[in-house]
């Protein structure tokens, strides 16, 4: 049988109509069927609350809607857009935050006196700018500009005095002027020659340093008879040692050279290298010195210039160093050279053109550098290039296709820092 419209008028309704639904619990083929049709269409009439709750008990129960899964993969993409676009744009206002905050706060700076003692030199000649920057370069004080804003605040102008001072690292910019403006910070007879220094140089930081006039330093260095230098050496190059010198007042010009060409003898000495090997390590360890850029680079750089000396990986037998060339030329602070002068036959000291290594040291080298020409590291690598001169950050490579990817790399910061030249 099928069910009768819901108020019980009207023909009975067709059981294949789609629209009227089955009233359940209603058999077919009972023999009392039509009683109870009439009674649940009496019922439904009377309204009662217990036939309502029974055509809704048995109601079927409405299909849950499933959440379409293009909606969620929307709302997923939309929050990660937002999340990119917040992050992007922390990144781009990350820049004029922090000038802001900069503005704000002044200059970056120590606290305090310092702690460990530190020797600055001040070379003659040597502008605010350079004394910001070699305070900064030996931690002495935390930023250029705390320096440099506060001595360009000073009036009267300070003037410095070319020589060694005493300070120590880590200082407040008014502690470190305050220490280069006291007398008694100011070291008599001391000398600081850092590693790599020529010996153009490493004569100007005596006289700067001590009553030794430059002119007996320099006739003095003409002779290199007296300090028992290899057969080879014509000039002092190489025998140097850089470090720190206290010198008594009366200590003459041939005396404070030979200091510190016995000093290098004994960290050749120390290093294990034999007197009659003393010449070639010298040299290589001034390539090293003048190449290398961070410390654990020099024993790399080592075993570069090392396979090259094997004709089996080298065959030219050309060390191809700027560093040669550049020294050769007279000047020894440029990084770069020109295509003319690495084709410069007429210069001993371009290994470009001259296999082997070069003429003579280009440097005053110290014990890292002395210690890499003795104890290379081990590899295949028959290219380097300090790809960044800031951080000194050096790649190695054993293919010509390598070291091409790197040389693009260290082109590409060269344009980015015109101030290398």
């Not at 560093?323 to 003319?340: H, M, P, S």
């Amino acid at each position: 049988m099928t069910p009768s419209p819901a108020d019980g008028s009207g023909p009975p309704s067709d059981p294949s109509d789609p629209s009227v639904p089955n009233v359940p619990n209603v058999p077919l083929g009972s023999s009392d069927s039509l009683g109870s049709r009439r009674a649940i269409r009496e019922s439904r009439e009377d309204g009662t609350r217990s036939s309502r709750r029974a055509l809704l008990d048995s109601a079927p129960a409405p299909r849950k809607r499933k959440r379409s899964r293009r909606r969620v993969w929307g709302c997923l993409i939309v929050l990660l857009v937002m999340v990119g676009l917040a992050g992007a744009a922390a990144f781009l206002l990350q820049e004029p935050i922090g000038t802001v905050i900069a503005m704000v706060q002044g200059p970056a700076d120590y606290d305090g006196s310092g702690d460990d003692e530190v020797v600055v030199m001040i070379h003659d000649g040597e502008t605010g700018q350079d004394i910001a920057n070699s305070l900064v370069a030996q931690d002495v004080v935390k930023s250029y500009d705390a320096f440099y804003e506060l001595l360009r605040a000073e009036a009267p102008e300070p003037v410095f005095q070319p020589g060694a001072y005493r300070l120590a690292s880590q200082m407040s910019a008014r502690a470190a002027l305050d220490a280069l403006l006291d007398p008694d910070s100011k070291l008599e007879q001391t000398v600081v020659i850092p590693e790599g220094t020529t010996t153009v140089s490493v004569l100007q930081l005596i006289s700067e340093g001590t009553s030794i006039s430059l002119a007996d330093l320099e006739a003095a260095a003409a002779d290199v008879g007296p300090f028992g230098l290899p057969s080879a050496a014509t000039t002092l190059e190489g025998f140097l040692f850089p470090a720190t010198y206290t010198f008594p007042p009366e200590t003459t010009a041939t005396e404070a050279i030979r200091t510190l060409v016995d000093r290098q003898f004994e960290a050749l000495d120390a290093a294990g290298v034999a007197p009659e090997n003393r010449w070639k390590t010298i040299v290589l360890a001034a390539l090293i010195q003048r190449e290398a850029g961070l410390t654990e680079d020099f024993y790399r750089v080592s075993r570069v210039f090392l396979n090259r000396l094997d004709p089996a990986q080298w065959p030219s037998g050309l060390m191809q160093s700027d560093a040669t060339v550049a020294y050769g030329t007279g000047a020894t602070d440029r990084v770069k050279t020109t295509d003319a002068e690495r084709a410069d036959a007429g210069n001993p000291y371009n290994t470009y053109v001259h296999p082997g290594l070069p003429a003579g040291p280009i440097s005053n080298p110290g014990d890292v550098a002395i210690d890499a020409a003795v104890n290379a590291a081990d590899g295949s690598w028959l290219y380097f290039v300090s790809w960044n001169l800031d951080t000194g950050e050096t790649i190695f490579s054993t293919t010509i296709e390598e070291h091409d990817a790197a040389v693009d790399k260290w082109l590409a910061w060269m344009a980015e820092h015109p101030e290398y030249g």
